[in-house]
């Protein structure tokens, strides 16, 4: 178990790929801090469930990813908790599809502060402690449209293409210090965030719901299957192992063949 008796701090787990991601570091042993938001009975239950399966402690940070102070403390209440923080998933993230000149000013402020920003804040606070243990993890889930854009979807764009550049920016800062960090980049997984934008989608572009999954969802991936949870889940695990240690600055694709288009 790579990742016992190291603490994962994945912030967006609350629901689909964060909280595949918890659950397989957690499996391999990790203390999990779960964050974002949701029904708190829910994410109370999900805590728990971690704990009594795999017998790992688990928290929870209700810490607001447009917020540098909440993201802080997240981080810092991590370290105090359990010692450490070996292992920083960013990946809480929202989407917003509109035509750019309809585009409303507050969805590109959050979409670029939950996105973007909220990786910097993190990154920056847990950075210390990974330098000085000489050890560390930091994964940020990207995207495809961190390497190829789509029409509609100008922040989110922005956003992670930003996200891939910081990615390659603290790699090459921490090289020599035992870090690596690396982006995953999904293609269409089947989570909540997926299905919220098929209305939006089919208002701008005028379509159905089944055109929207097949000929614009699906369209963008050879394979025609979504990415699984799961898959996403598993390569964020290998990132973490002493085999990936020479990975760094990369942004790897689990796309279906989308970017090799
Ligand atoms: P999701 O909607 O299932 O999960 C998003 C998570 O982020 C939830 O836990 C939510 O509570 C949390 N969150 C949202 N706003 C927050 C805030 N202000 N503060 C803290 N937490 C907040 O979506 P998902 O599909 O699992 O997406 C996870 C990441 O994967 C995102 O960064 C997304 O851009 C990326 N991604 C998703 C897909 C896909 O097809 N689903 C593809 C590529 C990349």
């Given at each position: 178990?790579?990742?016992?008796?190291?603490?994962?701090?994945?912030?967006?787990?609350?629901?689909?790929?964060?909280l595949a991601i918890?659950?397989?570091?957690?499996?391999?042993?990790?203390?999990?801090?779960?964050?974002?938001?949701?029904?708190?009975?829910?994410?109370?239950?999900?805590?728990?469930?971690?704990?009594?399966?795999f017998g790992v402690?688990?928290?929870?940070?209700?810490?607001?990813?447009?917020?540098?102070?909440?993201?802080?403390?997240?981080?810092?209440?991590?370290?105090?908790?359990?010692?450490?923080?070996?292992?920083?998933?960013?990946?809480?993230?929202?989407?917003?599809?509109?035509?750019?000149?309809?585009?409303?000013?507050?969805?590109?402020?959050?979409?670029?502060?939950?996105?973007?920003?909220?990786?910097?804040?993190?990154?920056?606070?847990?950075?210390?402690?990974?330098?000085?243990?000489?050890?560390?993890?930091?994964?940020?889930?990207?995207?495809?449209?961190?390497?190829?854009?789509?029409?509609?979807?100008?922040?989110?764009?922005?956003?992670?293409?930003?996200?891939?550049?910081?990615?390659?920016?603290?790699?090459?800062?921490?090289?020599?210090?035992?870090?690596?960090?690396?982006?995953?980049?999904?293609?269409?997984?089947?989570?909540?965030?997926?299905?919220?934008?098929?209305?939006?989608?089919?208002?701008?572009?005028?379509?159905?719901?089944?055109?929207?999954?097949?000929?614009?969802?699906?369209?963008?991936?050879?394979?025609?299957?979504?990415?699984?949870?799961?898959?996403?889940?598993?390569?964020?695990?290998?990132?973490?192992?002493?085999?990936?240690?020479?990975?760094?600055?990369?942004?790897?694709?689990?796309?279906?063949?989308?970017?090799?288009?």
């Open positions: 178990m790579s990742l016992a008796n190291k603490t994962a701090v994945v912030t967006g787990s609350t629901s689909g790929i964060g918890a659950r397989t570091f957690a499996r391999d042993g990790a203390n999990v801090v779960i964050n974002g938001f949701g029904d708190a009975a829910a994410i109370e239950a999900e805590r728990a469930g971690i704990e009594a399966e402690k688990a928290a929870y940070s209700a810490a607001d990813m447009t917020k540098p102070d909440e993201i802080a403390v997240m981080i810092a209440e991590a370290e105090a908790r359990f010692g450490s923080v070996d292992v920083l998933v960013n990946n809480a993230g929202i989407q917003f599809v509109a035509p750019i000149e309809e585009f409303p000013v507050d969805k590109w402020n959050a979409i670029l502060a939950i996105n973007l920003s909220a990786a910097f804040h993190a990154i920056r606070a847990a950075v210390p402690g990974m330098k000085a243990r000489k050890w560390g993890r930091i994964i940020n889930t990207a995207s495809a449209h961190s390497l190829v854009a789509s029409p509609y979807k100008a922040a989110y764009v922005t956003a992670k293409h930003g996200l891939a550049g910081l990615t390659k920016t603290v790699a090459l800062e921490l090289a020599t210090f035992g870090v690596t960090a690396n982006c995953i980049s999904p293609g269409y997984v089947w989570t909540p965030l997926v299905e919220k934008q098929i209305p939006e989608t089919m208002q701008a572009r005028g379509l159905t719901r089944e055109q929207v999954i097949h000929d614009v969802l699906l369209q963008a991936q050879p394979t025609k299957q979504f990415v699984t949870v799961e898959q996403v889940a598993a390569l964020a695990l290998f990132l973490c192992g002493d085999a990936a240690a020479q990975i760094t600055g990369a942004n790897l694709s689990v796309d279906g063949g989308w970017t090799a288009e």
